[in-house]
């Protein structure tokens, strides 16, 4: 069977593959001659220059952004390029960037979820119902609700591969029926749009530990939300970067008929990564109910596009096949930084989505400027 020559090998992930094959040769020579250049070496196989290998990669434009941000409200808001000020837009930034992660791995992957922000509602909802009119204790509730967050995460993917259907209209339809399931069973429950109490329940303590208490570094507190954080898209990146499902993920997001052609496992690769996202909702909306001890009903609605904003400012594109879990998590820490600026500089918060929508325009032209370039300087 002739393979083709696009998929990408088990060792290295398709970005890395195409920022190394370099330029080609005249169009002349026979396959398999060495083409000499001036310097004597073929070019095919010469080494890519250090501008070249940043130019390959699809957080570049975030990490300029992110200092660029960092840099205009140091000098304009008082007290934001302190130890203090840092904890703050972190910890603002943490929640989102956990979801911005795993969103970007879907849409590498060629899918969408929006349903992920009020999955983060759902999965609290099910922990606080479970654990404060049950009386379950906090870690068998919170089992549940993971339960709960996977398998409405595989359904999605198995609906989306099993229909052919866009997973646009498919997790939108999940959405709405979230959202009319929160308002619903939590209204029922507690005649109310509000579970609250989490704080007596049973398991709290050693659960709050886990999900939502704070650490001290260099004297100033960090909540463990940062951490999560971090530990989510350096997991991620490894995922990408070193391993064999990694390669997976860009193959199907990229060519997923050639993928599918030389045997991987489209489908199932999907469905892994929408389990992911429903994982991901789960984690942060764990964290929100332990920190917080209550949740609405009607919570992370409109939280799904910021999630996928991050993602593209972080170098993701909207066809798949491209994209970066740390130029995700720097697209997270942009939001943070800019919405935490903003109140740091006393402006309006009004400001924020002029500010947002500038950035995402600014993202997209930048990101498609240095792939282009690094597309023609491959030729």
Not at 205 to 218: H, K, L, N, V, Y
Not at 320 to 329: F, K, L
Request: contains cysteine; aromatic residues 8%.
């Amino acid at each position: 069977m002739t393979t083709n020559p696009a998929t990408p090998s088990s060792s290295s992930s398709p970005s890395e593959t195409s920022g190394a094959t370099g330029a080609s040769g005249p169009v002349d020579a026979g396959p398999g001659v060495p083409v000499p250049t001036a310097s004597g070496k073929d070019e095919r196989v010469a080494s890519p220059t250090l501008a070249h290998r940043l130019l390959m990669r699809p957080e570049l434009g975030s990490l300029i952004g992110a200092v660029l941000v960092l840099c205009f409200f140091s000098i304009v808001a008082d007290g934001f390029f302190t130890a203090a000020g840092a904890a703050t837009w972190l910890d603002d930034a943490a929640g989102l960037g956990i979801m911005a992660v795993a969103v970007a791995l879907l849409m590498i992957g060629g899918e969408f979820d929006l349903s992920a922000g009020v999955m983060t509602a759902s999965t609290a909802l099910i922990t606080a119902m479970l654990a404060t009119r049950a009386g379950w204790s906090v870690w068998p509730a919170l089992a549940v609700s993971l339960a709960f967050a996977l398998a409405v995460g595989a359904l999605n993917g198995w609906l989306v591969v099993r229909t052919g259907l866009p997973s646009f209209i498919i997790t939108l339809g999940t959405f709405l029926a979230l959202q009319g399931l929160n308002l619903g069973v939590t209204r029922h429950v507690t005649n109310s749009v509000q579970v609250g109490g989490m704080r007596s329940t049973d398991g709290y303590e050693s659960a709050g530990r886990f999900f939502a208490s704070t650490m001290a570094i260099a004297g100033t507190e960090i909540q463990v939300s940062v951490l999560w954080w971090l530990l989510s898209a350096a997991s991620a990146t490894w995922v990408l970067a070193r391993t064999r499902f990694g390669n997976r993920i860009y193959a199907v997001g990229g060519a997923p008929v050639s993928a599918r052609n030389v045997g991987v496992p489209v489908d199932r690769t999907k469905i892994v990564l929408f389990t992911t996202t429903a994982g991901a909702a789960w984690l942060v909306g764990s964290i929100n109910i332990l920190r917080y001890t209550s949740v609405q009903a009607n919570q992370g609605i409109g939280l799904e596009f910021q999630y996928i904003i991050a993602a593209v400012i972080g170098g993701c594109l909207l066809t798949g096949g491209y994209g970066s879990a740390i130029g995700a998590a720097v697209g997270a820490l942009i939001f943070g930084m800019a919405r935490q600026g903003i109140v740091y500089a006393q402006w309006n918060s009004d400001w924020f989505q002029l500010f947002l929508g500038v950035l995402l325009l600014a993202a997209v032209l930048v990101n498609n400027s240095f792939r282009r370039r690094a597309e023609r300087s491959r030729r």
